[in-house]
Each structure stands twice: as structure tokens, then as C-alpha cells.
């Protein structure tokens, strides 16, 4: 769903699509997208939520505005909490070795020379598959480069080298701020 005010949404009530209490909308970014400006949420889930769906974790959980289905006094998701849930508790390679998806959020991100790029606060699925992690990029960084701030950046699955309490990447600042300048037009 296309959302116009962002600054409305924070501290709105989230259902899933079955009626089902999620949490609260505690944060936003802007997409990397430009085609179709789109924005991240990160919902902090209730009690219930949290330790039914989400491994007892105190840690935002992460949609994009095409899960939204509609806005008005709450906000409703089209998917369901089990369906969220699943790819929250989901692992994927991260080098050579596999991390639960969850474990990666507010993690720091470093590139192959141990520059720091950013957080990593969410992803982007589709089909089933993850397609893209989004990096928060250091406000250093957007800076020096010109990239906007509150703007997850894309970084594709497959950059990812290894985790250990740091994310580390097969690529520099340089070839990051290349793809993204190729691919994003910031």
C-alpha cells in the first residue's frame, strides 16, 4: 500500500490480516526504491506476539509498506503473524556459516576492510526468498556521499562474508557506494 504520511503511522496499533494484535509502529525508513517510494517499519511487538512468533525478542520487527493492507485508527497487515513469524526465525548463509535472520537485526555492518557501513535492519522477500538485506548506512557516510538520511540502503544476500557480533561484507565502502549510485541513483 502507498502510505503518505509516515509520522502518522508511529505509535498506531498493528493487527495482522486475521485481526490478531502484532505491537506498535515504533520507527521508519525510507525505501531505496525511488520508483515507487516506499518505507520500512519497525513494529515492537507485544507480549503475546513476542513470545509466541518472535523468540522473546526485544528487537523491532521489520516490514516494508507493501505489507501494509490498510491505515485508519490501526494499521492491518495482508499477512498473517505465523507468516511474519517465519521468516523472523528463518536462517540464512552467512558465509561459512548459517544465522537466524533475527539475529542479524542491529547488527553492525563492516565492509572487507573493516570500514563501517551501517546496521542492518531489515529485508526484502519475495516468493519465499530473501532478495536484498537493508543496511541503516552511517550517517557519516551519507554525508561524505550525498546518500539521504533515514534511507535503508540495499546489500544483496550474497555479499555477506561472515557473521560474527558484526556483520562482514566481500565488498569496500568504494563498490558499495558504486553499485548503490549505479543501481539507486542517489
Not at 517510494?37 to 523468540?55: A, E, H, S, V
Not at 493492507?69 to 540464512?92: D, Q, S, Y
Not at 516468493?127 to 541503516?136: I, M, R, V
Not at 555477506?160 to 549510485?181: A, G, H
Request: aromatic residues 16%.
Amino acid at each position: 500500500m502507498k502510505v503518505n504520511n509516515v509520522h502518522e503511522l508511529v505509535g498506531k496499533e498493528v493487527f495482522d490480516i486475521n485481526g490478531s494484535t502484532i505491537g506498535t509502529i515504533d520507527k521508519w525508513w525510507n525505501s531505496w526504491n525511488q520508483e515507487y517510494p516506499g518505507y520500512f517499519f519497525g513494529i515492537k511487538p507485544n507480549d503475546n506476539t513476542r513470545d509466541t512468533w518472535f523468540r522473546g525478542t526485544n528487537k523491532l520487527i521489520p516490514i516494508y509498506s507493501d505489507y501494509i493492507r490498510e491505515v485508519a485508527e490501526h494499521v492491518t497487515l495482508n499477512k498473517t503473524t505465523e507468516e511474519l513469524g517465519r521468516f523472523w526465525n528463518k536462517t540464512i548463509p552467512c558465509g561459512p556459516k548459517t544465522c537466524p535472520t533475527d539475529e542479524l537485526v542491529d547488527m553492525p555492518i563492516y565492509d572487507k576492510n573493516h570500514s563501517r557501513v551501517g546496521t542492518f535492519y531489515t529485508w526484502v522477500e519475495s516468493d519465499g526468498t530473501y532478495k536484498n538485506y537493508g543496511c541503516f548506512v552511517d550517517p557519516f557516510l551519507c554525508e561524505t556521499w550525498k546518500v539521504p538520511y533515514n534511507t535503508l540502503m540495499p546489500v544483496p544476500t550474497h555479499y555477506i562474508t561472515n557473521v560474527t557480533d558484526t556483520i562482514w561484507l566481500d565488498k569496500t565502502l568504494d563498490e558499495l557506494k558504486e553499485y548503490w549510485k549505479q543501481h539507486f541513483n542517489f
